[in-house]
């Protein structure tokens, strides 16, 4: 089944083209990773898809599940089911994670029909998700990622979308600055969600995640657009050749370019 | 009122001749005097009186304050002055229990209730007389001549170059006298509530509150003034602590008159040694709400919190002067005050710490914080240390910021809606202040007016 499909997506900031001409479809049960080198548009990809205001959809549609996703308020698209796990958590001072999360979970469980968890069930809850990210409790007493190390703050991301249960993850570097063991921390647990009936987009610059999680395609974005799609291993060559042959033009194979 | 001070005011009166040609009408110092004269027989002992005299004689010397007072350049009291002054008579009919029940906060403790600055026994709980704790009304207090009156009234406020205290020692009628016995705990509340009833413009009431904390006692004070008419009152109100060796006493004053009411209030307090005393203080209401908080600690080892928080929006204007005065080694100040400001609200902070040259081992730390809802939205924030003594850390930082647009998203991105995450944030930002107040019933009450006041204010 197809669950998001990007067509000729282009987006930009103040005028400045980052996407360009975009398209790409997911269906459910896939992972896909993208990857590129700075500032090939990934994170706005991701942005664009969550409903970042700072970007400018300047053509293009993305569907999901078959509805306008670019119509849908941030919100909205996170109740449908979309979850970005973000680059850079923020900090919330003052904002308790447990009061959070439940506030989030009783949204989305309500968009979807479904009634809301009382403080108990929402604990028993926390508490089995919060295992499966190797996570430490305690840290869910305190304000939203307020003092958490960087590693905690990416296993935080997984584990709220372990909670919220999205259809479709979209993991924005989430590798980035962590060590080896976070690492596969974060990884275990994306891949012990996968399911059938869900999907995910990871964003990465290094193939190191590609290692624990294992996509069924890759995409390589410069300067906006696919200029290439494969299987795991394409993931693979980037780690040894780089991006630079993907851009020089003799050695672009004709057509790759979406 | 003497020959003297009367010469005094009908001199000014002379000098400030209206200008014909400057509408809308300002109301000068004299006519002020004037109007509040005469407004009720003073059956003041003669301490009093003279205490009144010297006040009104500071009053004229000072004047009202022009934008060119540094003290008020922020704080156009033009306002004040466009309204027709006048006492606030006595209200016209009783209120009912049912009427002020919304603003007792279900403390079932000793209560004093004032209608339009008049002592209401009938909606009153006194404790019974010669308690640990003694509370009645300071026209009572001043026909029996309690000991503390003379003692602290006007000896802890005024002096300091404050008209509106001034005018007040000069012109108050009543207010509450609140005492706890050395050594005692007052395990309940006592609770002081203000109700502006008066719906003509310009009804002024001129409070005058003193609460005396024996040596090593303990008691929790709520001041809460509000509004059931719409018209532009005034209130004009002074609070006096003072707080005895190792006292303890927490002290909470609700701002939430009308959004036209005028509202200037002082609460100044002396700390012996080793006392603690905290402060917390709300303001949402009034069109112009002054807010002037001292203390001055008169031993070592004294502790105060001042915690302040102000929610305003329109074109209200909320001002807190604070001074902290560490005139003794070894004592301790924290001070936070976080607003929240919406439409084309001003806020003003101006925060004073002194540090006397043998106040060694101070340790004083001052915080404002803002959060701005709108782009018409203005604050002015000005931290002011004096230190003259060379042992000490003194800390201060005032933050005045738009809502985390990072943050906003975070939480939408999850599911939770722009009104519930603006909310949640706002809540995030008072949360500090409103988690210190020692009131379980007020703090419940502030959580439901942050995600009342501000729902519309995208």
């Not at chain 2, 003694?134 to 000991?147: E, T, Y």
């Not at chain 2, 927490?250 to 402060?279: F, L, M, P, Y």
């Not at chain 2, 519930?420 to 502030?446: K, N, S, Y």
Request: proline content about 5%.
């Amino acid at each position: 089944m197809e669950l998001l499909d990007i067509r000729n997506l282009s987006a930009g900031v103040e005028g400045r083209p980052i996407l360009k001409n975009l398209s790409l479809s997911l269906n459910a049960g896939e992972v896909h990773a993208i990857m590129g080198p700075n500032g090939s548009g990934k994170s706005t990809l991701a942005g664009v898809l969550a409903g970042r205001t700072d970007y400018e959809v300047t053509g293009g549609s993305v569907l999901f599940q078959g509805a306008d996703l670019l119509a849908m308020k941030p919100e909205d698209r996170a109740r449908a089911g979309v979850f970005l796990a973000f680059q850079y958590p923020v900090e919330i001072p003052g904002v308790n994670s447990t009061y959070f999360l439940r506030a989030a979970l009783n949204e989305c469980r309500k968009a979807r029909g479904e009634s809301e968890l009382a403080p108990i069930e929402f604990l028993k809850l926390v508490k089995q998700k919060s295992k499966i990210l190797q996570l430490d409790p305690a840290l869910l007493n305190r304000p939203v990622n307020e003092g958490f190390s960087g590693g905690e703050k990416k296993r935080n991301e997984i584990f709220q979308m372990a909670v919220l249960e999205p259809r479709l993850a979209i993991l924005d570097e989430t590798d980035s600055g962590l060590d080896i063991d976070a690492l596969k921390a974060v990884a275990g647990g994306v891949n012990k969600l996968r399911r059938p009936d869900n999907a995910a987009l990871v964003i990465t610059h290094y193939q190191r995640l590609l290692n624990y999680i294992v996509p069924d395609f890759v995409h390589v974005l410069v300067d906006g657009q696919i200029v290439r799609s494969g299987g795991k291993e394409l993931a693979l060559t980037l780690e040894a050749r780089g991006y630079d042959w993907l851009t020089e033009p003799a050695a672009a194979p004709a057509g790759a370019a979406s | 009122m003497t020959a003297a001070a009367d010469s005094v005011a009908s001199s000014l009166r002379i000098e400030a001749q209206p200008d014909a040609h400057q509408p809308p009408p300002s109301m000068s110092l004299a006519a002020v005097l004037a109007a509040f004269r005469d407004a009720a027989p003073d059956t003041a002992p003669a301490w009093l009186k003279s205490r009144r005299q010297a006040a009104l004689s500071s009053a004229v010397e000072l004047g009202f304050p022009t934008a060119k007072d540094e003290e008020w350049r922020f704080t156009p009291i033009t306002p004040l002055l466009e309204l027709p002054l006048h006492p606030a008579r006595p209200p016209a009919r009783r209120l009912t229990a049912g009427e002020i029940a919304p603003f007792t906060f279900g403390l079932e403790g000793c209560r004093l209730v004032f209608v339009d600055g008049w002592f209401c026994p009938e909606l009153s709980l006194l404790p019974a007389p010669g308690g640990d704790l003694q509370a009645v009304s300071l026209r009572a207090a001043l026909a029996g001549n309690a000991p503390e009156l003379e003692r602290h009234l006007a000896r802890v406020a005024g002096g300091g170059a404050l008209i509106f205290t001034d005018l007040n020692t000069a012109f108050f009628r009543d207010g509450a006298l609140v005492c706890a016995a050395p050594g005692k705990v007052i395990a309940q509340p006592v609770l002081m509530l203000f109700i502006a009833t008066a719906g003509e413009a310009g009804a002024a009431a001129h409070v005058r509150n003193l609460i005396v904390a024996g040596a090593g006692s303990e008691m929790k004070i709520l001041e809460t003034y509000v509004s059931l008419s719409g018209a532009p009152h005034v209130t004009n109100t002074v609070t006096e602590l003072v707080l005895g060796a190792e006292a303890r006493v927490d002290h909470c004053k609700i701002q939430e008159e009308n959004h036209r009411a005028i509202h200037i209030a002082a609460v100044q307090a002396r700390q012996e040694r080793g006392s603690h005393w905290t402060s917390h203080s709300v303001s949402t209401g009034a069109q112009l709400a002054r807010h002037q908080i001292q203390t001055v600690f008169d031993g070592e080892n004294g502790f105060c919190l001042l915690n302040g928080l102000y929610l305003i929006g329109g074109g209200q204007l909320a001002d807190y002067h604070t001074v902290v005065d560490h005139a003794r080694p070894r004592c301790e100040s924290h001070e936070y005050y976080h607003g929240i400001l919406s439409g084309s609200a001003r806020g003003v902070f101006n925060g004073k710490i002194f540090v006397r040259q043998d106040a060694q081992k101070t340790n004083a730390k001052q915080t404002n914080r803002n959060l701005l809802l709108s782009d018409d939205a203005v604050v002015d924030t000005k931290p002011q240390l004096e230190i003259f003594a060379d042992d000490v850390k003194c800390t201060h930082g005032a933050t005045v910021g738009q809502m985390d647009e990072e943050a906003l998203f975070y939480l939408r991105s999850r599911g939770i809606g722009l009104e519930h995450a603006r909310q949640i944030m706002i809540r995030a930002f008072a949360g500090d202040v409103v988690d210190r107040i020692p009131l379980e019933p007020v703090r419940a009450h502030l959580n439901i007016m942050l995600t009342e006041r501000f729902k519309d204010s995208a």
